[in-house]
Structures are given as C-alpha cells and as structure tokens.
C-alpha cells in the first residue's frame, strides 16, 4: 500500500539483521541528523509531526518529551513493549521483524529527553521478540550504535532489554517502572508523572514501540510533510491489528482518517460467513464498543472520541451477530478480574463482583435487576479507580448494557428458563433430592 | 537537611474559607475546617500516600475527576467539595466495595468498636448492600506469628502492614501475595512473621484482620481504660498507653510522641506487659532465714533492713538500675550518703563527674528529631534496634525520606550497615583508639597508629572523616553522634578525642546537630542527673570524698570493706560486666537488701531482704529520656496487696535512722528532688505534662549546668573554638594501648565483644508471649577463624578465658571481623560477664 511507512520493507528478507537494515538506509543519514540537532530541535519536530502516543492514550509524543526536566540527573528512557491489550499484535511484527527500528527510533527519542540509560520491557509471553532484540542490541552495541559516543557524537546510551512475567498490568507505565525496579508489577500514584520522577525517582520518559519507531521516519521526510499524512489531530499512519470476525484478520498500516467500513469490508474482506456486525471494539478490549451504525465513523482520535469511544492501542476486533453480547461480555469481565493487581479497592471489587453477576446471567440464576446493579457497579468503578484498568472493564462493560439491553435481558429470561427445564428434567430423572 | 518550613494558605472546603499549611494533604487540611475525610490507607506515619482504598475521594473545582484527599496537596484558593452527591455516592460507593468481601462478623471480631471500618461504614456508607453472591473465603484465623493472628477474610488490602515492614521496619518480611480479588498478605517465605517491630501493624490495621494473639477476646473497647504513661523496659522511653481492665493492663498501645517515639513501639514494649501479671512476680516482703527466702510480713521486712543498715557503721553501698526513677535514686543516694555517710553510691554510669559534664553540656546535645533531620549521623558503637530500639526506626526514615547519610562505626556488624553510606568496624574494645583515630583525622593528627590499634583500617577512618566534614556540602553540615555508653568505658581516653571530634564539626550551641548518648540503664541519664554517682550528688554537684563506682564496691564488699549491699532493681549478677568479682562480693556481704520484681538469681542466691518493687504500669515518678527530656511516669492500675513503692521504703528507712526529710507523697520526692538539681529549677510534674520536657531548651536551666575548671574547661573552649581542620591546642591524647585486630588471631584467641539483645530482660523471660524469643548464647564469628577452628555454623562450642567458660552455639557472620567473637551479655545462663576477655578461645563442645 502506498501510504506503508512503518510497513515500507516490512517483508524485506533479512531486515531483522544489522546489515540488511543498514542496506536499507537504517542507522544512517536521519540518525546522523537527529545527533546534531540540537536536542530543541528535535523535540520540536515531534511535537509539530503532531505524532500522538500509539500504545493507548493517544498523548502528544513530542509534548512529553517535552515535559522532561533539564539538567544533570540521571534520565531515562523505556520503550513499553508489553503489550498485552487484547486484540493488540502489531508491535510484536514490528519487533519479529524490524528491531532495529526501534532501537534506532529509541535513540533518537534517548537523545531528545536527554536519557542516557534505557529499557525496553517486554511482555515474558515474547521470548522470540526478545531474543531478537537481544540480537539486535549485541550487533548494535558491536557496531558502535550503542554504548558510547554513538556514531561518534558527543552522545551516549546504555539500552537492556528486560523480559515482563506476563502481567496486563505492567503495561500501564507506573506498573511497569515498579516491575522494572523489581517490585511488584502495582500502578503508582500520579502526580509525580514519570517525567518527573519515573524510573528510580528519575526523570523517565515512556513509549510504546510503535511511536518511538515512528520517530525516524518522521525526521526522515520532516514534521512537516508527516503531518500532512491523516486527517486533523491524528497525523500520520497507524497500524491496526484487526481480528474476530472478519475474513483476514491481521496488522494493517494505514493512513489515519480512513472509514472503518473500508477496513473491515475493505482490507480485512468482511464478515466471516458474510454475517452482520454486531458490535466493535476500535481500540482495543478497553474501548467501549461500538456498532454497525458507527461504520462509517473515520478511524482517527477525534471522531472516535466523539463517538464515545477510543482508538487505544488500533486494535479493531469484530464480533459478529451469531455471537451473544454477554457471552463476549463475561469473557472480557473475566479477563479483567484476572488481570487487576488488586490494589485499589473499585477495581478489585468491582471486576469480581462483575464476572460473579454475569456468571449468574449466564447459570440462569440472575434477573433484570441484576442488570441494573450491575450498569451501576461500572458506574462505580468509572473514574474512581487508581489507574485506567477498572475504567478498562467498566467501560466497555457499561457500553454494551447500554446498546445491548434488549439482548441481555432475553438472555437473562432464556438462561432462567433453561435453567428451570433442566432442574424440572432433573427431578423427573430422580438425580436430585436421591440420597447417594 | 533542614526541617520543612510551613506556610499557611487560604482554601474553600464545603463552602467555607478555611486556613491551613501549605502542601498539606487534604484530608489533613479538611481538619482545620472540621470536616473529616474519611480513608483507610492514609497513615502519613508510613511515608508518601498511595491512594490504594480511595475512600477520600473529593471533588476539586477545576479538575474534573473526583481526586484522593489523602494525595492532593492543598493549595493556595482551592476550592473542595466532600459534601455533593457525587462525592457521596463515590465514597458509598467504595464502602459498598469494601464490605463485599468483609464477613460482616463484628460481633465475634476482636477490632469491634474500635474498628475504623465500621466507623466509616456507618458515617459514609449506603447502609445496604446489595451484593447476594458467595463471599471470598480464606483459611482463617491463621498465626502469622506467635503474637500475631491473622483474618484474611476481614483483610482489606489496605497495604499499611506490608508498606509498615517493606518501608519502616524494613525487614522485608511482609507481602502480598497473588493479584486481584485473590491478593491475601503474608510472608515472603511463608515463615512466621516474627521481628523487632512486628507488632506495630496491629495498631496500623484498619480492621479486625491483624489482631493480638495475646489479647485476643480478652476484652471489649467499653470493658477497658487506657492509662497513659511511659515504658521503662529501655532507654527509648516510648510513650504508652496501657489497656487496663479490671486493674489488670491486658495491652499496650503506642502513645503517639513525635519527639520521642513517632508513634512507634517495638515488640517487647508492646508484649512485655504480661510479666506484671505474671505467676513468677515478687509480691510480697521475704526475708533470708536459714539460707530460704521466706515470705514475711512488711514489719519483718523493714526491721530486717532498719538492723542491718544500722549495724553497718556506714559500711553500705547503693546500687541503681536502670528501672529506678529519679525520685527512687534521689532518695537511695540521701539514704546511702547523708543517712549512712557512705559515699558509695552507683547507677552504673561508667564515667566520672567531669567526663559526665564535659559530654553532658547542654550545647553539646541533640536531639532524638535531630536523627532524622541532620545531614549525616554516626552511630558509634551502639546497635539501636538492640539498644534503644525505636530509634532504629527514626535512623531508617531519615535515611528513606529524607537522605541523610548514615555512617556506622562499630566492633560488631550493625543491622543498619545496609542503610549506610558508610561503615567501619574496628576492634571490640578499642573504642578510644579509633575515636582517637577519627579526631586526629581532623586535626592532621596521626592516624595510621591509632588506626591500627583499634583494628581500623586507616583509609576508612579518613574516609569517614571526610564523609562528616563535607556532608553539609560548601557549608558546614549538620552532625549528630549517637554513641552507646559502652563507648565510654576507657574513660577519658575516648571522651577526650569525642569531644575534640564534637569540636571540629562545630557541634557546640548549633540546634540540629550534637551528640547524644545512649545509656545503658533506662533512667541512666536521670539517675547521673539526681546524683546516683559516687563522685557527685543531685545535679551533678561535686562532694567532698568520692566513693566506689559499681565495680569498686563489688572489690570493696569482696575485700570485707563493705558489708551491706542495696541493690535498687538491679542484679549485678547479669547486669554488671563482670560477674565474678560481684559472685565473690555476694558471698562476702552479710546483708544485701533489694527491691526486685523477680527472684533473679542475685535476689534469689544472695539477697537476705527483698522488698517487692512495683511494676512500671504502677509506678509513679519522672524519668529522663536520653536526650534530656523529663518524662512523668503516671500510676494506670493499682499495686498488689504486697507491693509498697520504692520511695516509701526508703522514706521509711531514712526515718528510721532519725532523718526526717517530710516525703510524704512521690510528689514531694520529685519537689526535693528538683530543687535540689540546679537545672532542674522551675520545673513541676504539671510542666512535665504528657509529652515531656527537655530541660536544657531553657537557657536559665541550660545555664545552671555545673561549670568546671581543668579539662573540661579546655575542652569547651576547643569545641566552642570550631576550627574545621586545624592542628589542635590542646595535647594529643596518648594512643590507647590496646591489641591490634591481628594478634588475636596468631595465637588462636579471639578478641571478645559482648552486646544485649533487645529480647535480653527478665520483662521478657517473664512473659508467657514473648518467652519464645528469649536468647540463648551463641558466639557471632567469621566464617574464616571458624575454618580455622574447624568449627561449622550450628555447633555447640566453649568459650573460654582465664578459666572461665561459657557454653554456646557458634553463629558465622560472614560480615562478622576476623579476629573477634561477640557474645551476649544480660541473660541468665552463659552470659557473656562470666568471661574476663579481651582475648577468648573457642572450642569444640565435648559432648556431655
């Protein structure tokens, strides 16, 4: 496709390997530019590509390294690749095949909120991308692109990669800076934000792959002409990992802006079995969903904003009509309960109460008020909980009770009723009430 | 690093304008306007806010979220809401959270009625719930230790207990386990959670879930008083306030005192309580007859003394320990002094009068605060968490919270070398050579020599010298020595060159900054200042002849000089140095009268008259905390039928000798007592008061300090002098001879060290709770003199000199010394004071 950037050599044999990315113009005139840019500059770059946070809450880029505080303290810079929202798989190719993207993007990111010391942490779930990177950070410390003095500029970094054990919640980045540390994977209080005090209480400046391996294609065709690319507010291409549903599901790079109709009809082929679609997550298991009515929304920030929900992390997962709205409910409840660190109290509660309710729904045990307790226990937990993963379940939670109600309380009747016939099946057989 | 300085601002809470400190939290600020906030795991005593239970949260006009109170600092022109129905319901809606999962059990739960959750479930919650599902359910209740039983079921995961042991106490025991709905606290490694300062979490736990094996179901919030008052079981002087039902105390809280305690208690001040109820307490008068100690009546008891005093033509001594309030070793040193006309009186101080005053000087001392706000510390040879063990937990917040550098200097490996920037070992009992080594690192004196006789490495003592020099950065730092009176021990040899150091860090007149000592008696400090010594009177006076200090009188009464003994709870046996020369002066003395609360093997082998002495949750009286300040001991349950206060026995015996001092009531003890201390002047129990009161803050008091010619008048003109670095005036202190770390080891001896554990007291012996963690000897040595001897980790060994031997187990450090093996001193059986040192052997055990 023409607009690929991220997406260009993807497929290149080879690309993976030092020599092949070089070949391909890695590590060469862009970073050279970047190093003797002064570090300004280059932070203003980003901010005029308007390149916004690609690993979910969608924050200015360069704004944020803006925020990084001058001086001689230790900085540093992570590159959050645990990625493990559901339906979220495009930063694992960039990192199956591309890692040197990253380090170079990571470089540059190092050089312009002045860290000298940097991380990638990713997911333990991806030993193979780890052990490419491994590779990848040997050649480069070999070739000199790491460590000192970095193509010779007056410029040094230290970069480790460090393997995650498999928690959602270390993807949130104060959960994260506490699982680098060696801590207990727990989101921390914010304020102090981690440009303030991240890492080791020093400034830290956290991306997700995706948007630090954007950087140097930015500064390779500058801010300026990156901007031009999507729409208002949401520069630039994105990928998007669709899956669910469709016909070809998969990573997709395209030009932000474009309708979401174009691509599941378009790219991803439509519907399995040519089935309606029911429903919708546009960013990701955390975004509240959306329906076949919103189709011809434009998948950008703002216009899915306005529809109430997110683009998150670009991951589009497709249900279609054959599939029950509760059973995708208690799934993604289920998830969540498993994935709460437990230490704030809405979200530790909240979640379990959750999946309880619906797990009655679902054993025929629950009635229509259980629906309403359950619409106000998302309630409960929205905007009340210490970090975003509460929000996360009740989000999308309370989005389908509100679009779906019809379905769950016929849902709710059958399952009693279903219930009540294999109770009654069950005396007539004698299997309850006989003492065995 | 200085105290914060505060700020007041001016913001709206609930629709009125209200003051408050600047970057208060704002459940803090929300006070000053009365209105509570309420929350569970808010406890600014653990350090920064982690807004985990969001129950405070409140609604703050410009941001659009509803904000924890407990995390957001108040500023200038804010305007908060806690009274709206958003609020409310959030805050609802967290209760009803909260108790989803809480077995609504209250009336079988031990925390009931004095439970915040029920508080704040009444105060904010829905009243209703409308949760029908199973609740989670755990094994319950379990031990989480000996002392401490745990209901993960009641838990609300609230993080104080895991943060207190993660971030306080920092002995990393405490976690938590699992994630989500399933998270449940426990150890790391699933051993019982048993530490100096376990017990702390029970007061910290917002609910019934940690609660006292001990005083479990022993009673309910409305069956009990709380009397407050002051433990006595060491130095530290933690503030209490005893639980008493019945006129029986069945806990101990922490009685929160900035300035003293931080709100703190270790775990013998908080279970060592039982020992005053125990089966084992003295309770009545007794009498030796035909070698027994027989019960008898009090006339029995004082006759027997009256006869023996007045036999004695003078031939007495006066013992103190550390127990004794000031009034108690006011009234034994007039009894023993004026009465009899002895001079030999005692509290085990270890220096003489000039000494005591030259380090004693008002301008000279810091403050227990001033640990957690100074630039750098030095504890020199003391152990806290064994000594005085709450200020271990003022050391590591200093360190955490507010940086300050911590450097120990010590024989034996100290538990807060972790938490140092730096730490020097020198060898056991070479204090005066490497103090000396440390002040000529100031003084461009030489250090190498010294150095090396104290078993230093030269290299870091200039290392610690430049480390106090510079902390404060371009400007001088602020320094506190916190030493142990063991330090001492050499006399002038180390007051000389501490005070020369004290010096040359400008730590004369400078608040903030100073020393201060930690004695090893828990009144030590009141009982100098009220004349318990046997070369001044009350305070610190100069008489006419000095007499015996303690070792002195045990010579004295073994030679036949001296025949009757006064021992004011203490027992020589375990609590002096040197346990053989008080076995011979025991078995010399005709009369030994003591006040004892337990039939300790002095009382019970040599005593011929024991009165029985009140216990601490009895007693009234003022002590002095180390750092100077006065505190009052006040009466929370009355005396057993057979117990009469110390200072009416020795009232009673004063006048029966024909002195009438009119003591009628403690009070005047403590009027006579202050009048006659000139730096006491002014002072009454009234000023006293609750929390205390540092004697030397006033400048008339801190004036009337004994003034003194000779040394201690050069020594102050050099530390009030300051010079940073310069050659001083005043003549070097000659090089202590001692033994170098490394002749122990060429003839295969050890030298010998000796500490008190913290679980080392009859207190704790006494305590059916606490008897689980009282010591039994064993020998710390390094793994290499343990290869050398062939001995492994887990042995049974000898320890011997002169021919004198302990039994004990040998424990390997690897952070241990060569040439140095540490035992325990103050326990009953194989104490470290049989032995004579310096050097010890160590063999194999034969087995018996």
């Not at chain 1, 549903?245 to 997709?252: A, D, L, S």
């Not at chain 1, 208690?330 to 704030?344: D, N, T, V």
């Not at chain 2, 009465?339 to 005692?346: A, E, F, K, L, R």
């Amino acid at each position: 496709m023409s607009s690929a950037i991220l997406f260009k050599d993807i497929d290149e044999p080879g690309l993976g390997t030092l020599a092949v990315y070089q070949r391909r113009g890695g590590y060469g005139d862009v970073l050279r530019k970047g190093l003797s840019m002064p570090r300004e500059a280059l932070v203003n770059e980003l901010v005029e590509s308007g390149l916004r946070g690609r690993g979910g809450a969608g924050f200015s880029m360069g704004k944020k390294a803006s925020f990084m505080p001058k001086g001689g303290m230790d900085k540093y810079l992570v590159c959050n690749a645990d990625e493990s929202e559901p339906g979220t798989f495009k930063d694992r190719e960039l990192m199956t095949k591309s890692p040197h993207m990253l380090i170079e993007g990571m470089i540059l990111a190092a050089y312009a909120a002045g860290a000298t010391k940097s991380f990638i942490y990713i997911r333990g779930e991806y030993a193979q991308q780890a052990d490419i990177l491994d590779a990848a950070v040997a050649e480069a410390y070999a070739d000199g692109l790491l460590g000192e003095n970095i193509l010779g500029f007056d410029f040094s970094l230290e970069l480790v990669v460090h393997r995650g054990a498999g928690a959602y919640i270390c993807g949130e980045e104060t959960g994260l800076l506490d699982s680098l540390e060696g801590k207990r994977g727990n989101p921390r209080l914010k304020p102090p934000f981690p440009a303030n005090q991240g890492l080791y209480q020093g400034p830290t400046l956290i991306n997700n792959v995706e948007t630090l391996m954007t950087i140097p294609h930015i500064l390779g065709m500058g801010a300026a002409k990156y901007a031009e690319i999507g729409v208002e507010n949401s520069t630039g291409t994105k990928l998007i990992s669709v899956s669910g549903h469709v016909k070809r599901p998969g990573n997709y790079e395209i030009e932000l802006g474009m309708s979401a109709r174009e691509i599941i009809y378009g790219l991803c082929g439509g519907i399995e079995g040519d089935h309606e679609v029911k429903l919708w997550f546009p960013g990701g298991s955390s975004s509240p969903v959306l329906t076949s009515d919103d189709l011809d929304l434009g998948y950008d920030f703002d216009s899915l904003a306005k529809a109430g929900s997110m683009l998150g992390s670009g991951a589009i997962i497709v249900v279609d009509d054959q599939t029950s709205v509760v059973e995708v409910c208690l799934k993604l409840a289920k998830f969540y309960r498993h994935e709460s660190c437990g230490k704030c109290t809405p979200c530790r509660e909240g979640t379990q109460w959750t999946v309880k309710m619906l797990e009655r729904m679902k054993s025929g045990t629950a009635t229509p008020m259980d629906l309403d307790i359950m619409a106000s226990v998302q309630e409960q937990i929205t905007g009340h909980c210490l970090c975003v993963l509460g929000d996360a379940m009740a989000m999308p939670v309370g989005s389908m009770i509100a679009k779906f109600r019809p379905e769950f309380e016929e849902y709710i009747e059958a399952a009693r009723e279903r219930a009540e016939r294999e109770l009654v099946a069950s005396l007539d057989a004698g299997l309850v009430g006989s003492a065995t | 690093m200085p105290r914060p300085e505060r700020k007041l601002i001016t913001f709206s809470i609930d629709g009125r304008e209200v003051e408050a400190p600047a970057n208060m939290m704002l459940v803090d600020a929300a006070k000053f306007g009365d209105v509570e906030i309420p929350v569970f795991c808010y406890e600014p005593k653990l350090g920064a806010p982690v807004g985990a239970c969001r129950m405070c949260l409140v609604d703050i006009e410009g941001i659009p979220k509803l904000q924890t109170g407990c995390s957001t600092p108040v500023k200038d022109g804010m305007v908060v809401h806690t009274q709206t129905r958003r609020v409310k319901d959030a805050q609802q809606s967290v209760v009803e959270f909260l108790l989803i999962n809480h077995p609504l059990d209250c009336p079988v739960c031990d925390k009931g009625g004095e439970c915040p959750l029920q508080d704040v479930s009444f105060g904010w919650g829905g009243g209703m719930t409308r949760f029908v599902e199973p609740k989670r359910h755990f094994k319950k209740p379990l031990e989480l230790s000996p002392l401490i039983a745990i209901d993960r079921e009641r838990c609300i995961l609230c993080y104080r207990c895991v943060r207190f042991s993660q971030e306080l106490s920092e002995d990393y025991q405490l976690v938590l386990h699992e994630r989500s709905a399933a998270t449940f606290v426990g150890t790391f490694d699933g051993h019982p959670y048993v530490a100096p300062f376990s017990g702390n979490i029970l007061e910290l736990c917002p609910v019934g879930a940690l609660t006292s094996m001990p005083y479990r179901f022993r009673a309910r919030p409305w069956d009990i008083e709380n009397a407050g008052s002051v433990c006595t079981l060491c130095p530290a002087q933690c503030n209490v306030a005893f639980t008493v039902r019945d006129d029986r105390v069945l806990r101990v809280l922490a009685r929160e005192n900035e300035e003293v305690d931080d709100g703190w208690l270790c775990d013998k001040g908080r279970f060592a309580y039982q020992s005053i109820h125990a089966e084992e307490r003295v309770v009545a008068p007794m009498v030796r007859e035909d070698g027994v100690l027989r019960e008898v009546t009090w006339e029995r008891a004082l006759e027997a003394a009256k006869a023996a005093l007045g036999g004695a033509q003078g031939r007495i001594a006066g013992l103190a320990g550390g127990e004794t309030t000031n009034e108690e070793g006011f009234l034994l040193q007039r009894l023993v002094r004026d009465v009899h006309g002895s001079p030999h009186v005692d509290s085990g101080a270890g220096l003489d009068r000039s000494g005591l005053l030259a380090l004693g000087d008002p301008g000279l001392q810091a403050t227990v605060a001033d640990l957690e706000f100074a630039h750098t510390v030095l504890v020199l040879g003391t152990e806290p968490v064994d000594d005085a063990p709450i200020l271990d937990l003022r050391l590591r917040k200093g360190v955490r919270r507010n940086r300050v550098k911590l450097a120990v200097a010590t024989s034996r490996p100290s538990s807060l070398d972790p938490n140092a920037t730096l730490a020097v070992r020198y060898a056991p009992g070479a204090e005066a050579a490497f103090v000396t080594a440390l002040s000529a690192a100031f003084y461009g004196g030489a250090v190498d020599e010294p150095a090396q006789a104290a078993g230093a490495d030269a290299g870091a003592v200039h290392e610690l010298a430049t480390l106090l020099r510079t902390s404060g950065g371009d400007q001088p730092g602020d320094v506190v020595v916190l030493y142990g009176q063991r330090v001492l021990a050499e006399g002038e040899a180390v007051t000389a060159p501490l005070l020369k150091l004290a010096g040359a860090l400008g730590l004369s007149g400078r608040p903030g900054a100073g020393l201060l000592g930690v004695p090893t008696a828990t009144n030590g400090r009141g009982l100098r200042e009220a004349g318990v010594l046997p070369d001044a009177g009350p305070g610190l006076t100069a008489v006419p002849s000095a007499g015996h200090g303690a070792t002195g009188i045990a010579e004295a009464t073994a030679a036949g000089e001296l025949s009757v003994l006064y021992l004011l709870h203490t027992d020589p046996l375990r609590d002096e140095p040197q346990r053989a020369v008080w076995e011979r002066a025991l078995e010399a003395a005709t009369h030994v009268i003591a006040h004892a609360g337990f039939l300790t093997e002095t009382i019970r082998e040599h005593a011929t008259v024991v009165f029985p002495a009140e216990s601490y949750a009895e007693k009234e009286g003022t002590l002095v905390h180390p750092d100077g300040r006065l505190q009052r001991l006040r009466p929370a349950i009355g005396r057993p039928a057979g117990v009469r206060a110390a200072w009416q026995v020795l009232d009673e015996l004063a006048r029966s000798a024909g002195a009438e001092h009119g003591v009628h009531t403690v009070h005047s003890a403590t009027q006579q007592l202050f009048a006659a201390v000139a730096f006491y002047a002014g002072l009454s129990v009234d000023a006293i008061g609750a929390k205390g009161v540092r004697w030397w803050e006033d400048d008339a008091r801190a004036a009337a300090w004994p003034q003194e010619s000779g040394l201690r008048a050069a020594i102050s003109d050099l530390v009030a002098k300051t010079p940073l670095s310069r050659t001083p005036d005043y003549e070097e202190a000659p090089t202590p001879s001692g033994l170098g770390a490394a002749d122990g080891a060429t003839n295969g001896a050890l030298r010998l060290g000796t500490y008190q554990s913290i679980w080392a007291a009859a207190e704790v012996e006494a305590s059916p709770a606490l008897k689980f963690l009282h010591p039994h000897q064993r020998v710390e040595l390094s793994p290499a003199d343990a290869a050398r001897l062939g001995i492994e980790h887990g042995e049974h060994v000898t320890v011997g000199s002169a021919g004198a031997t302990v039994e004990a187990v040998a424990h390997l450090r690897n952070e241990s010394p060569a040439g140095s093996a540490f035992l325990q001193s103050g326990i009953p059986e194989d104490a470290a004071n049989v032995l004579q040192g310096p050097l010890v052997e160590i063999r194999k055990a034969t087995p018996k």
